[in-house]
């Protein structure tokens, strides 16, 4: 490895040491080898700390920070942190595959732009199926709100964009840092804020290049429910979305994090935000119903029946 490593790999973790040294081996199998891994421990935990010292690189560097701050925060140090040029996210209990930055960095080549963001497709893996996510690019022009939140289908995952497959100018990461606080969505709110610098395009790979694990018997953040605090996120940055976003975002996003209420005071409530305030279209009202009306648990495996595939194939 040379003394100045090209990317600065940036992993978040604490209390899951078999799960980040996983993720660090991953990160390591990598065909682009000059790269550091920056793990960032977020509070004290000597278990994970004992098990990546027994992985035994030389590019691997562990940060124990004193306290819990969380993810974003975490993220954020690790940026800090990073030598490399580029800085590539991933969360501790996802993988990539081992050409994933050799390919990023090849699209970031053809960039238009000074500060290309590059995005990957991804695996998204449950104990019921694999899919392949996003399902569609950008299309040109197409507003990127739009793009991340406006469904096509009933199911989420047409646009989509996930930290693990996020890989950005180092120095964009550290002027545009992720929210501290947030639970939900901090990618999607990170992207929408970075987009909106001078010299920043989004460019996706198309292969899916991250395995991204949906272990629904583990806590993850991606499983918390914050409804009434996403709320307050989005009417705080509304100049984010457009109109037809932010009816969409309402609609579905925050719609499936509140229906386990079963409140008709709620139910109403997202619903006036959404035509107040967006411009709802036919699928989102659709969409809207679906998700007050069916169980999670019923629209998870509708979903999986209806755009779920197995994607072993491209994995191995």
Known sequence: MSTSPDVSVVIPTLNRPELAARAVRSALAQTHANLEVVVVVDGPDPATRTALESIGDERLRVHELPER????????????????????????????????????????????????????????????????????????????????TVRRGLFYGDGFIQTSTIMAPTELLRRVPFTVGLRRQQELDWALRAIREPDVELLYVDEPLVLWHQDEDRDRISLQNPWEEQLEWLRANRELFTP????????????????????GHVFRELLSEARKHGRPGAIDYVTFLQIWALPPAVRARLRDVIVGRRATADVH
């Open 69 to 148: 701050g969380k993810a974003p925060n975490a993220r954020n140090q690790g940026a800090l942190a990073a030598r490399g040029q580029w800085t590539a996210l991933l969360d501790d209990d996802d993988e990539w595959l081992p050409t994933k930055i050799e390919t990023q960095l090849k699209l970031a080549a053809t960039a238009t732009k000074a500060e290309p963001i590059v995005a990957t497709r991804m695996i998204s893996r449950t104990p019921r199926a694999d899919t392949v996510m996003p399902r569609r690019l950008p299309a040109p022009g197409e507003p990127l709100s739009e793009y991340f």
């Open 244 to 263: 037809r976003a932010y009816a969409a975002f309402t609609m579905s996003v925050l719609s499936s994090m509140a229906a386990p209420t079963r409140s």
